[in-house]
């Protein structure tokens, strides 16, 4: 391992920037597709070459042996450090990724159709690579596992990019189930490891790969970490995801399963190599799975019939066997592994983009329907044998050199014991490896044309088989030159896995007549033997029973939703009821269990002394109490109790030094109780008795529990002594806010923020209850309203009296509301207090004469008071800072003003005025609309004017106001 | 005068948890209320009960009571103001959605007009 050398630190900001570059360049296609696609499409190319190039600068500190890293401290507590760090491992993927992807933009813009939205797709495809690139670069296993599970979620985006069609969804949502579970996993191990390792960054982490091994931690963390490079790269027995996945589009594919995602699995074992293997454990487990995953995969490769499916299973057959060559835990093996790394991204990229350009130009993508294309689309045929001759491991090809490598290792591998196991299943695999590659390559491109194709296909443009065309030059050119073009990078990946110089050995095709030689041919011979006998053998296949994986995938899917489903709905029945019962049963054992083990004797705090208004406060309390218990099905009865105990509370709160609590309280109250006549008017009246004298008794007991405890608690509290926090608010109030008033102080200063946050929550409130009571009601609530018949009432539909007195009251309301505004931040008073008393002068323009009439009248929009509010709040906090000061720092200072004296005007005045303005919209917004639900509901033509006796002969609608207003005017006067 | 309070409290909050534990909407908004009123008072309480000492800085004043409780309680009954004008009125349109005031989602429809 290098240390960081200094010309790599000059640099830090442009490591960072390969792997943020995608992540911010996402945002550019889905603006830029207004500008068309080939601006869109250059516009992301360009994001990914920019990374590209960032990446290659530090290629030659690479290839020195360096590692230019950056850090960054993120969460210093949790060891989370935004680090990034190039070795040769990281190097390679990094390479692969940003260079694949670039061929990846290149083909996709030709083959996205018109109706695809192709902003989306290259925002979603450049998420993906930023995410895999954090992956590869990240030098912190904390900030490895985030950009994990952003592969997961953007490959989800990707893979059901074609979200009309079901089988994307379905292939999409298995691959998060699957890939999301080994996350999870990983997550465990990760977390183990760090745990181990005393650290989560990964240069301590992998230095310290014996102390790993040796503690009793290693097998867990082992088996999850397993989990989830298993799942990501799709081994045995989780390979089942990978080929569904292939209803996303074909660069999709061809991105995720040749060179990316699936290679995140491969990549996190070639990564955590120095610090997990090497041991039996490692070596039984992945080894093997890599084996299996190697041969069953080829097996089922041989009879898709999909030319995307095989390609699939073939996918997961490599991914296997370089997982095997991992498991070995020889230097000479994970060479091989990271060789073959290289060979299949570029073999296998570029077949997955000729099977899209197939189905594109022929319009299938079934092989028995395929045949002879060499004749028809020569360039692609041309380009897809060669890729083809490399999957199946033909010299001069790339593939042919690792695949030999690999045959090699298996040759000398004895596992438990059993020295012919491996290189017996390896020739296997490798045999059907050359089975369905021949089989794509006889029945798909060679031969002769068999059934009618759904188009006539020809060779596509140029900006399709070119990318293909670059793909397959590399694989020819690896393949010949082995030593010169891949072995620098080989040499340095290696090294970054073993944590030690690269083993010397030369890539090269021919290495004389070795065991591989023998293997290779024996699976060349056989395999097509195999093809030969193909259907035969498929018919061998389809009368072996054979597990369905999507069947039981689906079936545990089933099985596990059911049994959510079960569990939710008995313990969520619909019945409030309930859960209330069952909450506050809950909530009175706890309680219960806390007093077993207090004390039970009450404090010895000076008791204050009762005062004979105090008994008949509380006797009016309990009395009205008990008959709300007695009375409730007779709901208007309730409500008149109701006001009659908040009456009681807001004038205990007057004799208990709250003058403030009780002036809110009391006009909260007739608030509220204005509200609720309006909702009781459409409601039903009574309440039917409907619950049985068990059910009540066991809800009495409830009851009667939960009040004994409270007031319990009450007195036990009451009755000892405290040490208040407020000493600094009384000493404060004055000289650091102002006022004289310290609880309105605290309420516009000391704790504004909250005040702040409050006031925003009852606008959200009042919008919500504007929306509820939606200005066009449908359905079944219109109906309904309309046939709500109204009992007899009083026939005044605005009596004269009441009219008249609240039009002279509407002033005199007004200035009092002011006047408690003024005073309140050193008198009882204040914004709250102020905006009801304020908001009940309006509401009661509407109760005496009419919904219409008043919204007629009103000149602000209750709406915009409530956002004005906000507004004025939020700015008198802000204009802090431009002093320099935090957040709702108040100032004040004392104006002297003739007649009125000696008055202080505090900024804090400013934040009251905005709770007094939110106040008012939302308690005025809230009724006004309740009553406009009225208004819909009264049957009988109701007076227009403002009462119900019109008192001059009408000439016209304005005439009888004026003429209204001139009377309430000369009222006022009187 | 912490006993008349306490026990106020207790009156409150059992009526409230009574109400609360109603079938229909109109007395779990009620109920509703009991309990914020035995909530707040509650709340208020917890700065401890002082007769004639409010808390308005003056100089003839020898003490004053505990300010914060009377702060955080005074929001309370606003923003309580703000929570059963959104109750009452979701009530009133779920009984107008549905003919029913049941809160049991199950037992909705029985009683339904059409």
Known sequence: MQRRGPGAIASLMNIALIVLLPFIGAILPPLMIRAGRAICTTVTACTTLTSLALLLVQAPAVFRGEVPSARWEWLPQLGLDASFRIDGLAFLFAFLILFIGLLIILYARHYLSREDPVGRFFAFLLLFQGAMLGIVLSGNLLLLLVFWELTTLSSFLLIGYWRHLPEGRQGARMALAVTGLGGLALIGGVLLLGQIAGSFDLETVLAQGEAIKASPLYLPALVLVLLGAFTKSAQFPFHFWLPHAMAAPTPVSAYLHSATMVKAGIFLLARLWPAMAGTDAWFLAVSLTGLLTMGIAAWIALFKDDLKALLAFSTVSHLGLVTMLLGMGTKLAAMAGIFHIINHASFKAGLFMSAGIVDHETGTRDIRRLGGLAHVMPITATLAILATLSMAGIPPFNGFISKEMMLEEAAHTVYAGNDWLFPVLATLAALFSVAYSARFLFHGFLGETRGPLPSKPHDPPAGMWLPVAVLVALVVAIGLFPEQLAGGLVDVATAAVTGAPAPAYELALWHGVTPSLLMSGVAVAGGLVLLALYRPANNLREATPRPEAKRLFDGLIRVSVAAAAQLSDRLQNGSLQRYLAIMLVAAIAVGAVAFAGGVHLPGDRPIQPVTSTAVVLWVLLAGASLGALLLHRNRLMTLILTSLVGLVVSLAFLGLSAPDLALTQISVEVVTTILMLLALNLLPKETPRESGAGQRSRDLGIAVLAGAGVAAAAFAVMTRGFETISDFHLAQAKPGGGGTNVVNVILVDFRGYDTFGEIIVLGIAALAIFALLDRNLRGAAARRIATIGRVTESMDAHPLILVVATRVLLPLMLMVAAFIFLRGHNQPGGGFIAGLVAAIAFILQYVASGFAWARDRAHYDHHSMIGFGVLVAGLTGVAAWIFGQPFLTSAFTHVHLPLIGDVEIASAMAFDLGVFVTVLGVVVLALANLSRIQSLAQPEPVPAGPMDIVLEPPAGGETVETSASTVTAAGGRQ | ?114
């Open chain 2, 1 to 114: 005068m912490e006993f008349l309070v306490a026990s106020a409290i207790g009156i409150l909050t059992a009526t409230g948890v009574y109400l609360l534990l109603r079938g229909r909407t109109f007395p779990v908004v009620v109920g509703l209320s009991f309990l914020t009123y035995g909530v707040n008072v509650f709340l208020f309480a917890m700065g401890r009960l002082t007769l004639d000492a409010p808390p308005i800085i003056d100089e003839a004043a020898a003490s004053y009571t505990d300010p914060l409780p009377q702060a955080l309680v005074l929001t309370a009954i606003v923003i309580s103001f703000g929570m059963t004008a959104l109750l009452v009125v979701l009530a009133l349109r779920g009984y107008l959605e549905r003919g029913s005031d049941r809160v049991a989602l199950g037992a909705a429809e029985e009683g339904a007009e059409t």
